[in-house]
């Protein structure tokens, strides 16, 4: 099985690293391509894979072809590699806005499309990816990739309606929690805590939240009313989250968000 990236940014980078690592492919049978050259040195350095500055040899070499560029280049890309695709490739794309039926009219022929969207924490193994496949994609093409992105990321296959939603809520949420973080930790330098140790205690209070969520199954609101004793320090806090619009702030950052990958 051979794989191919057209793209070897972070998302990219952080793709076939994950792939490399978990055993699912060798590193001689990935070959990635970019623009840049000095980007190809330091995935070869990395991770020992092949590379290219020609597009068309990743699409001729790969069984599997990842679309790792960003949506405004997608149009050029396709019309370079069209004549290089066919019917047994698996083209697997992780562009907000382009849709499968954009997708199938811009190749314009039939090929076998997996519609993704992944995150950046990909790049520590932790990433999470909505797929949504084409009519031409089998379910043992579908097995057959959700195996592979197990090595960075969880998968959940949607309805393409919603892979707009995948952008917002996962796609794009990194930042958001990054912010969030970079919040907390700002304000208890403010209170006196040397800024190295509140990154620290700020990430590790959201990845163990994050933990609680996925491993308990509790919901979130529950697992608040844990923390929140009555008369307490933390229903203070809470508080004043409520006063200051949290929850509609974030609800509106994602409407928009969704509203931007419509768009695309």
């Not at 939603?165 to 040397?194: K, Q």
Request: proline share 3%; with cysteine; charged share 25%.
């Amino acid at each position: 099985m051979k794989i191919g990236f057209i793209g070897c940014g972070n998302m990219g980078g952080a793709m076939m690293h994950g792939i490399i690592s978990s055993g699912k492919c060798q590193a001689c049978d990935i070959m990635t391509s970019d623009k840049s050259k000095e980007a190809l040195e330091v995935r070869k350095s990395e991770l020992g894979v092949n590379i290219t500055t020609d597009n068309k040899a990743v699409a001729e070499f790969a069984d599997i072809l990842f679309l790792s560029v960003k949506p405004q280049f997608y149009h050029s890309v396709i019309e370079e590699i069209k004549d290089c695709v066919n019917k047994d490739k698996i083209i697997v794309t992780i562009a907000p806005g382009k849709t499968l039926e954009w997708l199938l009219s811009e190749f314009g022929k039939e090929l076998k499309i997996i519609r993704t969207m992944p995150n950046t924490p990909a790049m520590v193994g932790e990433g999470m990816m909505g797929m949504c496949p084409n009519k031409n994609v089998l379910d043992e093409d579908m097995a057959l990739i959700r195996d592979i992105c197990s090595g960075f990321s969880s998968t959940e296959v949607i309805s393409e309606n919603l892979m707009d939603v995948v952008t917002a809520v996962s796609g794009s949420s990194p930042a958001y929690v990054f912010m969030f973080i970079e919040a907390m930790a700002d304000a208890a330098v403010a209170d006196g805590m040397p800024r190295a140790q509140a990154y620290k205690f700020a990430a590790q209070a959201v990845l163990g939240s994050a933990k609680m969520v996925l491993d308990t199954g509790k919901h979130p609101g529950e697992l608040k009313d844990m923390v929140c004793s009555p008369g307490g320090t933390t229903i203070e806090a809470v508080r004043v989250l409520e006063e200051k619009g949290m929850r509609s702030a974030v609800f509106e950052a994602m409407k928009a968000c969704v509203r931007k990958s419509r768009g695309m």
